[in-house]
Structure formats: C-alpha cells, structure tokens
C-alpha cells in the first residue's frame, strides 16, 4: 500500500485518488438529489472543503486515507439530501447545501427591478395564473391543480423562466 493510501500528503491532502472520490460523488448528487448539472463544479468544491476542514480528524490506525474520504463524503451526501428533503417539506429555500452560506445566485435588491406584482401583472392571463399557483404550490402540487401533468407544467415553467418580465426581478450575476 502506497504511503498516500496510509496518510494524506501535508501540503496537498487532495491527491488523484481523493479527487476521483469526490468528483464521483459530485456526480452521482447532482445526477439524482436536484441540483442542476451547472453546480456539480460547487458541490465538488464543498466537498474538497468539507474533507479539508477533516484532515486532523483521519487516524491512520483505523483505515486509509481513501476509505476515510469516502466516508466523509458519503455522510456529506446523506446530510445534504435529507437537508434539502426538510426545506422541501418546510416549503423554505432549497439551498445549495445543507449550511449556512451565502447564497449562491444573487437576489435583486429592494427597489431594484421590477417587483413581483408588477411582472406578474405584465404577463399574458395563463401564465400569470400559473406563475401565481406556482408561488405557492410545488410544480406536481400546481399540475393536480390545472389538472395536467407535470410535464406539461413545466412547459409553462420553462416558458415563464423564459420571460422578459421575470428576468428582470433577479439581476445577472
């Protein structure tokens, strides 16, 4: 066994076999927990940050440096999955990651824009009532609503994100 598997390097505890581990699980939280593929580069990130914040913790009596990596990540995946499974439930925001941390997208400030009434009301008669059902209702909720389904929902979803109206309440990064 390479002295790499036995304890993590001092001055770089991120090695091949480390960032495969996390890059895998990158893929599989974002292919299956919700986030968009575009984030899968943060989720890698927090995790690298996650395992650095642990390196202290590793004792190389009890296990390599990989094994004790995929834990850290696996457990990080488990808390991240349930965290956005209670905010769902709690109908908050579906942060990122189950933390605190500044937010990620940047919201439009108050009197910056359009508000929401404003936009709402510029918009055609259905998409407005849409829009206003899905901001209270999840897409499944609102599509048992209209009595469609979720795909067609999110037709509409698609065709409000695409609005000019709407894409003025949160400015561009």
Known sequence: MSDSHRR?????????????????KAARLVGSAGPYVSD????EQELVLHVLERVRRFDPDRGTWPAFVQCLVERFGHNWARARRAAKRAGGPL???PRDVPEHRPRAEPGAGLDLAEALARLPEELR????LL???????????????????????????????????????
């Open 8 to 24: 993590p390097d001092p001055d770089n505890p991120i090695d091949p076999t480390v960032a495969g581990i996390i890059r895998r």
């Open 135 to 173: 901001t209270t209702e999840t897409v499944a909720g609102a599509a048992r609503t209209r009595g469609v389904s979720r795909s067609a929902m999110y037709v509409w979803v698609y065709e409000l994100r695409d609005r000019p109206e709407l894409q003025k309440l949160v400015p561009e990064p």
């Open 95 to 97: 942060d990122l990651l």
């Open 129 to 132: 009532d849409i829009a206003e």
């Open 40 to 43: 899968r580069e943060d989720v």
